[in-house]
């Protein structure tokens, strides 16, 4: 994102796929500080499967995984094929244990509080997903909370925000990602001008954008 402050564990980027016929977001990218947490995480709590796993000896030239010369992993998963679903890239570098969050998860400092968000129906900063099964097994999660009507949300082991909507989606479970920018009208320049997402809603604080109707939306806040 244009002037996003990230920080060593920040989700890093949305790529994207093109072809003569359409466009789709891909992933979303986590530096994790524990594999084993991150596990339990996203397969035994949120019911992803991981989908490859690939393994270098010598940091990513192009700084995939952060600016870190060492020997590091990135793990893909979801809820279904990286063809068709939008599925999350874990990566981990070895001697790293943890991570400074950047603020692009953070309640967005132009509202006042976090539960107004919640009350006016703000998008919370994070990934959303809807899925009965997912919705019934976070329920009994220690640090789970219902946090409005039909929203319950939990936190991976490295502090990002899950948010289970309890129901059922057609495609893919995970239909909308949240996020924090320090400057809108350059954000939306660049996803929509530049990577030609669809602007569905926009004020002068907020702006929802998608690909398609299939798609995993994407919610920027100023």
């Not at 359409?22 to 035994?44: C, P, Q």
């Not at 796993?53 to 094929?81: I, L, Q, R």
């Not at 509202?111 to 703000?122: F, G, K, L, R």
């Not at 995970?174 to 009208?185: D, I």
Request: contains cysteine; glycine residues 8%.
């Amino acid at each position: 994102l244009p002037n996003h402050q990230k920080g060593n564990g920040a989700p890093e980027q949305i790529a994207r796929t093109e072809s003569s016929e359409m466009a789709r977001a891909l992933h979303y990218v986590f530096k994790i500080g524990n594999r084993n947490s991150a596990y339990e995480f996203f397969i035994k709590t949120l019911g992803m499967k991981v989908l490859r796993h690939e393994e270098f000896e010598e940091g990513c030239k192009a700084t995939c995984n952060g600016p870190y010369d060492g020997k590091w992993s990135k793990t893909m998963v979801g809820y279904g094929e990286e063809d068709t679903h939008f599925v999350i890239e874990l990566t981990y570098n070895y001697p790293i244990g943890s991570y400074k969050l950047g603020n692009d998860f953070k309640v967005s400092s132009k509202t006042t509080s976090y539960q107004t968000q919640i009350n006016s129906s703000i998008s919370i900063k994070g990934i959303y997903i809807q899925s009965s099964d997912v919705f019934k097994r976070c329920q009994s999660e220690k640090n789970s909370k219902m946090v409005s009507n039909e929203l319950l949300q939990l936190a991976d082991p490295d502090g990002h925000c899950f948010f289970i909507k309890d129901g059922h989606r057609r495609v893919d479970p995970v239909y909308k990602l949240a996020l924090n920018t320090p400057n809108l009208n350059a954000t939306v320049d660049y996803w929509s001008e530049i990577l030609g997402m669809q602007i569905l809603s926009r004020d002068e604080s907020h702006c929802l954008l998608s690909y398609g109707d299939d798609q995993v939306r994407l919610f920027i806040s100023f």
